[in-house]
């Protein structure tokens, strides 16, 4: 079974664009969850998604937001890009939410010049 | 705020077991604790879970207390390919949802 796939896997922006980052679950899980890791702050949790709906968020602006589709992919938006939002973004999928095992991705790492 | 301590860093010999302890004193009852490793700048791999009772799989061993406040991650037999960032996470529960908590985690080096 193919694992979490996200793309792209390198992207480079300006201060003041945004971005749109696309995760594909595994085949058969329906629960997506967003992280981010900076060297500073480590990993911390952005959004969870299941059913295309948004069940939890971590402590983010408004300009970090994300959406799923009815085949479970989802996809995070930053806007008004600033350079603290340089980091690896990470997607993780489990078959539920709650209790299931989280499976990441090999993230997307975004430097905002 | 993670629920979990660990200590920053720890060496190993290659071959021999690699023994990672955690602490989770203010772990509740019902919660579970999840080990993943990350090697340099690649999506966490996830390792093993366990509530109460010790857990094995062929990646790794999970010892947890009888009090449940603290765990050791035991790699039986380290190899440099082990060489990563170990964390120890505490499920945590927001809103009716559960999130994974990261702390700052464990590097652990495998030295040859």
């Known amino acids: ?113 | 705020d993670a629920k979990t301590t660990q200590p920053t860093s720890m060496d190993c010999a290659e071959g021999r077991a690699a023994n990672l302890p955690c602490n989770h004193s203010t772990i509740s009852g019902n919660e579970y604790v999840y080990w993943y490793r990350q090697i340099h700048s690649q999506g966490p791999q996830y390792i093993i879970h366990g509530l109460k009772n010790n857990e094995t799989n062929e990646m790794a061993s999970l010892i947890i207390t009888e009090d449940r406040k603290s765990s050791t991650l035991i790699l039986p037999h380290a190899t440099l390919r082990d060489t990563a960032v170990y964390y120890c996470i505490v499920r945590v529960t927001q809103g009716g949802s559960e999130k994974l908590v990261f702390g700052k985690g464990t590097k652990l080096t495998v030295n040859p």
């Open chain 1, 1 to 113: 079974k193919a694992g979490v796939t996200q793309t792209p896997r390198y992207l480079i922006k300006t201060r003041g664009q945004q971005v749109t980052l696309s995760c594909s679950p595994i085949s058969g899980h329906r629960s997506v969850s967003w992280y981010q890791q900076t060297p500073g702050q480590g990993l911390q949790f952005l959004f969870e998604y299941f059913s295309e709906t948004q069940r939890n968020k971590g402590n983010f602006p408004g300009r970090f937001s994300g959406r799923q589709f009815s085949n479970s992919r989802s996809e995070m938006n930053v806007s008004t890009l600033e350079l603290g939002d340089s980091a690896l973004y990470l997607c993780a999928s489990s078959p539920f939410p709650g209790r299931e095992t989280q499976y990441f991705g090999p993230g997307t790492r975004l430097l905002v010049l």
